[in-house]
């Protein structure tokens, strides 16, 4: 009965951190980016930060607790989920063929590799510690510079075209400095709020694995099941988003981006942070 209770717990405090993500902290931040008139890309950037942050928690409290193995798992699940939802965006809104830009496959082969790199960690036992962090950092440093040197090289076109837009549109905004503080407010108050379910989350990670013995690579494959559910919402709300206006490419330029961020922030960032916390806290 202790058991059935603390998976329920665990199950609560895991959707709780989904849904304040979704409904709060990715919708605040996707207005934010639009009301300052950020080109897709970037909007994608901004979206595939906020969607990593139940990552972030999820990883950064599971280290805490010293189970750093049920995040190189979590990481794994999540970036591999995140390929998935992507995958099933394109197909259900008919936009495989906007994928035949060059900046965008090269985007899709980066995907690919934070997927393989830990499938190898897993593979060849390779310990998860303070040598991999800035091998970790550098990547990270290495994919940011290609994607944004191939999207300005192999995406001219629709930079153009969004450049007309941004124009257009810019002379409807009004009292920015308001909006931006208005927001950020609202992300303080979101952030702290995510810490405090975080910090239950953690206690009943701690609970599973310790007191009642449930491997650490069950408990990290549901955290990446859950934890990537914000990234589903994002894909389709992209696409949806752009065709409005007429050019499903910006779309799928927004929504790929998303996914290349996200996996490249879960793997490169949130593992790397989630080994630091793991040190302070275990050694």
């Known amino acids: 009965m202790e058991l059935l209770f603390e998976i329920?717990?665990?199950?609560?405090?895991?959707?709780?951190?989904?849904l304040i993500s979704k409904y709060i902290l990715v919708k605040v931040l996707r207005t934010f980016a639009e009301s300052l008139n950020l080109k897709a890309k970037t909007v994608g950037n901004v979206a595939g930060i906020a969607t990593s942050m139940p990552e972030l928690l999820s990883v950064g409290f599971a280290a805490f607790s010293g189970l750093i193995d049920t995040s190189v798992y979590n990481i794994l699940s999540s970036n591999i989920i995140n390929l998935i939802q992507y995958s099933l965006s394109l197909h259900?809104?008919?936009?495989?063929?906007?994928?035949?830009?060059k900046a965008l496959k090269i985007d899709m082969t980066m995907v690919i590799i934070t997927i393989i790199i830990p499938i190898i960690l897993l593979l060849f036992n390779i310990e998860v510690n303070i040598s991999i962090v800035p091998i970790f950092i550098m990547l990270f440093i290495l994919f940011y510079f290609i994607n944004t040197n191939t999207h300005k090289l192999y995406l001219?076109?629709?930079?153009?075209?969004?450049?007309?837009?941004?124009?257009?549109?810019?002379?409807?905004?009004?009292?920015?400095?308001?909006?931006?503080?208005?927001?950020?407010?609202?992300?303080?108050?979101?952030?702290?709020?995510?810490?405090?379910v975080g910090n239950l989350l953690s206690n009943s990670l701690e609970s599973l694995c310790l007191q009642?013995?449930?491997?650490?690579?069950?408990?990290?494959?549901?955290?990446?099941?859950?934890?990537?559910?914000?990234?589903l919402i994002t894909f389709f709300e992209a696409q949806k988003h752009?065709?409005?206006?007429?050019?499903?490419?910006?779309?799928v330029i927004e929504a790929?981006?998303?996914?290349?961020?996200?996996?490249?922030?879960?793997?490169?960032?949130?593992q790397t942070i989630g080994i630091i916390i793991y040190i302070m806290f275990n050694s």
Do not use: M
């Open 8 to 18: 329920i717990k665990f199950i609560f405090y895991s959707l709780l951190i989904v």
């Open 212 to 231: 009642f013995n449930i491997p650490q690579i069950v408990i990290g494959i549901a955290l990446g099941f859950i934890t990537s559910l914000p990234e």
């Open 242 to 251: 752009h065709c409005k206006k007429t050019n499903d490419t910006l779309g």
């Open 92 to 101: 259900l809104n008919k936009n495989w063929k906007k994928l035949n830009n």
């Open 156 to 196: 001219k076109k629709q930079q153009n075209y969004e450049e007309q837009i941004i124009i257009k549109e810019s002379r409807f905004i009004r009292g920015k400095t308001k909006v931006i503080v208005k927001y950020l407010i609202y992300l303080i108050l979101t952030g702290i709020a995510l810490f405090i």
């Open 256 to 270: 790929t981006n998303n996914l290349l961020t996200s996996n490249i922030l879960n793997l490169f960032i949130v």
